[in-house]
């Protein structure tokens, strides 16, 4: 299948590249004059072009084709970028144009190029593209005339028509017919193009419909306005209402257009089948052929999302970023954001880190999606703080090179910065230390681990086991009798009893609160359980 796919594409590529060579010979005769018999006689020319070449395309294909060469002309003629370039749409009672204003004429007498379509003509309803018309222009030819249009250029004195020729319609084909010259006096060629006009011996016309005869499909309104669709440009019909440009391309939030990929401005069909976007895209560097592979470049395609998006958070941050960090978030497997943490910016990172951070206001503690109820339950019960899930596709790219931890990594932290403290000389802390070394003494596997006991910040962590130095650090508050019993109490009993010692409460009646610590520290040691940490304090004092 490769190799018959391989060859297709040669003799594809060959019968384009003979009607190219023999177009621009005919074309070069025309002009030059050098045979006037040849100008001024009527001739058939065979293109070699087979009609099932871009058999997948229909007419608005070949519409596409016509009107990114048009509009490729008038920016490569006059020398103007594609922000220069603001055609607009008049729907007058008799006809359609588009109309391309000079931008260095400020009274809009002027004009680089039109399309017009005559809703009423003797000639019948026709397309008219007056520009400059590359290779696209023998695709167009072949797709068009399968549908049943007839396709003709008017140029340097002469009448192209294309047309697959009967009977068996085998081969494209051209017909080139001497012109009458128009005999105007007029020099002005941009008033011309305003006035939607122009002249075979200096302008490029594209006609599209039936011609002078009946033969030939007419070409109908509403199938030209949807033919219009394809370009981003025209003010008045198709501009987009909600976009942002730059410089390496544009973000369309327009409703009608999300979803959408287009190339310097021109739509480009079957684009969601390959990947999927949320948000609509116009990309305007570089060059892109005509088999569209570079859509299927996954990585350069990312790539070209990535700047963009990157170009547009330096002027348009505040309205943007929510909208990237919702991406992320929420739609990590969208081209939008795909592979992100490998192609954005250290600095598009710290913007997206310092957003979260002033998003959550230091009450969040973020973790990936990929953890587990034991991490969820960490951060809720041990640092005290609200669970937020982020996306793998979003912890990884804040991993790269912020300073977000995972719930283990924060709690080591914690302690690591706390100061070892002198434990308290009460009973209560006396009998805590020494029932948690009995326990140890006990089992094999706690034996050699010191413990030490800490202060010095704000934080609902107990303990916290470092395996390098087999050092379990313990907070204070469990050698202090109201510290332990603040978020769950004991049995009213026994709080009873202890209140009834002169207020030192000397006895030590909360063993359960060794059989915690002793929990907790072979859940620091050996990894922990999924069960919340209140509810197993809750099970055990009630026992």
């Known amino acids: 299948m490769a190799d018959r796919m391989e060859i297709d594409s040669r003799d594809d590529s060959r019968e384009m590249t003979d009607a190219n060579q023999q177009l621009e010979r005919e074309l070069l005769q025309c002009?030059?004059?050098?045979?006037?018999?040849?100008?001024?006689?009527?001739?058939?020319?065979?293109?070699?072009?087979?009609?099932?070449?871009?058999?997948?395309?229909?007419?608005?294909?070949?519409?596409?084709?016509?009107?990114?060469?048009?509009?490729?002309?008038?920016?490569?003629?006059?020398?103007?970028?594609?922000?220069?370039?603001?055609?607009y749409f008049v729907d007058a009672c008799d006809h359609y144009a588009v109309l391309v204003p000079d931008p260095v004429d400020p009274k809009g007498r002027r004009s680089l190029g039109f399309i017009k379509y005559d809703k009423k003509s003797s000639r019948g309803d026709q397309n008219q593209l007056a520009g400059s018309h590359g290779d696209g222009l023998k695709l167009a030819a072949v797709a068009l005339s399968r549908d049943g249009y007839r396709l003709q250029v008017a140029a340097s004195r002469c009448s192209w028509n294309?047309?697959?020729?009967?009977?068996?319609?085998?081969?494209?084909?051209?017909?080139?017919?001497?012109?009458?010259?128009?005999?105007?006096?007029?020099?002005?060629?941009?008033?011309?193009?305003?006035g939607l006009r122009f002249q075979t011996e200096r302008d490029v016309a594209v006609l599209i419909g039936p011609g002078r005869t009946t033969q030939g499909r007419p070409v109908a309104p509403e199938e030209v306005l949807e033919w219009l669709q394809i370009s981003l440009d025209i003010r008045g019909l198709s501009y987009p209402s909600s976009v942002v440009e730059t410089s390496h391309g544009d973000l369309l939030f327009d409703q009608n257009l999300l979803g959408r990929i287009y190339a310097h401005g021109v739509l480009i069909s079957g684009t969601n089948s390959i990947y999927p976007f949320k948000v609509g895209y116009n990309f305007t560097e570089g060059k892109f052929n005509r088999d569209r592979r570079w859509l299927m470049d996954r990585h350069g395609l990312a790539e070209r999302v990535c700047r963009i998006w990157e170009s547009a958070l330096q002027t348009h941050e505040a309205v943007l970023l929510p909208i990237y960090v919702s991406l992320l978030r929420k739609t990590p497997a969208l081209m939008d954001v795909s592979?992100?943490?490998?192609?954005?910016?250290?600095?598009?990172?710290?913007?997206?880190?310092?957003?979260?951070?002033?998003?959550?206001k230091g009450k969040d503690f973020?973790?990936?999606?990929?953890?587990?109820?034991?991490?969820?339950?960490?951060?809720?019960?041990?640092?005290?703080?609200?669970?937020?899930?982020?996306?793998?596709?979003?912890?990884?790219l804040l991993r790269s090179t912020t300073p977000i931890r995972s719930?283990?990594?924060?709690?080591?932290?914690?302690?690591?910065?706390?100061?070892?403290?002198?434990?308290?000389?009460?009973?209560?802390?006396?009998?805590?230390?020494?029932?948690?070394?009995?326990c140890f003494a006990l089992l094999d596997s706690m034996q050699g681990i010191q413990v030490a006991y800490v202060e010095g910040f704000d934080s609902r962590a107990d303990v916290v086991y470092n395996p390098q130095q087999?050092?379990?650090?313990?907070?204070?508050?469990?050698?202090?009798?109201?510290?332990?019993?603040?978020?769950t109490s004991c049995r009213n009993w026994?709080?009873?009893?202890?209140?009834?010692?002169?207020?030192?409460?000397?006895?030590?009646?909360?063993?359960?609160?060794?059989?915690?610590?002793?929990?907790?520290?072979?859940?620091?040691?050996?990894?922990?359980?999924?069960?919340?940490?209140?509810?197993?304090?809750?099970?055990?004092?009630?026992?």
């Open 494 to 543: 026994i709080l009873r009893s202890a209140k009834k010692e002169s207020g030192k409460r000397e006895l030590f009646f909360c063993g359960h609160v060794i059989e915690e610590l002793l929990s907790l520290s072979i859940s620091s040691v050996f990894g922990g359980s999924q069960t919340p940490r209140t509810t197993e304090m809750r099970y055990m004092r009630h026992i």
């Open 470 to 487: 087999r050092t379990l650090k313990v907070h204070r508050r469990w050698l202090d009798f109201d510290d332990t019993h603040q978020r």
């Open 407 to 438: 719930a283990a990594e924060e709690l080591s932290m914690l302690f690591h910065n706390a100061e070892v403290c002198s434990p308290p000389s009460t009973t209560f802390s006396r009998t805590v230390r020494k029932g948690l070394r009995v």
């Open 339 to 360: 592979l992100a943490a490998d192609l954005l910016l250290t600095s598009t990172i710290s913007r997206i880190w310092t957003y979260l951070l002033h998003e959550s």
């Open 162 to 194: 294309f047309h697959l020729r009967e009977p068996c319609k085998s081969r494209l084909h051209c017909t080139i017919t001497p012109s009458r010259q128009s005999g105007s006096t007029r020099t002005d060629w941009a008033e011309d193009i305003a």
């Open 366 to 396: 973020f973790y990936c999606e990929a953890s587990g109820a034991q991490d969820v339950n960490m951060i809720r019960e041990t640092i005290g703080k609200k669970p937020m899930k982020l996306s793998r596709e979003l912890w990884r």
């Open 31 to 87: 002009q030059q004059g050098s045979s006037p018999a040849a100008v001024h006689s009527r001739r058939i020319v065979s293109l070699g072009v087979s009609p099932h070449y871009v058999s997948h395309w229909i007419s608005a294909d070949a519409f596409r084709e016509l009107y990114q060469n048009w509009k490729d002309a008038i920016l490569e003629r006059f020398q103007i970028d594609r922000i220069a370039f603001r055609p």
